[in-house]
């Protein structure tokens, strides 16, 4: 087992979750650990970290629903790490074979780039193939949470990257190849952007500590948008007739 549990990425191609080997036949509850792991902490489907979901929790899902394969319970390699909301969205809702020789399947971390699948426009993620199409929609990949943790992801990283690389800049100068006239006058300066440094350091933990819950569960989705959602769904649904959700009554 690897310290990464990354598959060393093709040229010009992401990761792959590496999944660890396992002792199998244990309830699925036990991997919950080692899960984590494998996952970096991260949800399968929207990528939000424990650390960025604060009051969201994570479970285990399972890719293939209990309902639809009870077979493949505690099996590990159908589970995956995901945040409550995506794996709420996701349900019991199993793409039947004829869907599935269309294209509609969700997308599974282990096994795609996720590259290949999304790309990101702004805020939003855009579909490249049908299982990323699909994905978006089913486990709502455009919520107005996500989009805000975007938006943060962004704001934070341009910051840390802009104030580190300009003040490194001036703080690796050599001075004493300045003039004399203006060497202490440097000197001073860099002083004060490496304390402001500092402070801007702090000024970016604040923005993650806006308030003490999470700012996440503030948004509220668009009814309109949601309902279109929820009808697109539907066309998915109609266009392949077969069973989409089972009992587990139904499947065994």
Known sequence: MTDSHLVAPESGRGNLVKRSEVTGGLPYTEYRQTLRRDFFHTCAYCTMSEAEAMAIRFTIDHYEPRSARPDLENNYSNL?????????????????????????????????????????????????????????????????NLRRLREMRVRIGECDEAVSGGIMALINFPIDRLPPEIRSKVANMAKRFSDAQAEQAQSIDDILRERAHSPFLDEVDDAAEQNQRKARLREYEALYPDAWRRTRKESL
């Not at 074979?97 to 294209?103: F, I, L, P, Q």
Request: charged share 35%; glycine share 8%; aromatic share 10%.
């Open 80 to 144: 995956m790490w995901a945040c409550d909301e995506c794996n709420t969205r996701k349900g019991s809702r199993s793409p039947p074979e004829s869907a599935r020789s269309e294209g509609l399947r969700y997308f599974r971390p282990d096994e795609d780039y996720r590259e290949e699948h999304f790309e990101r426009t702004g805020l939003r993620l855009k579909g490249l193939t049908q299982p990323g199409d699909f994905t978006i929609e089913a486990v709502d990949l455009n919520r107005a």
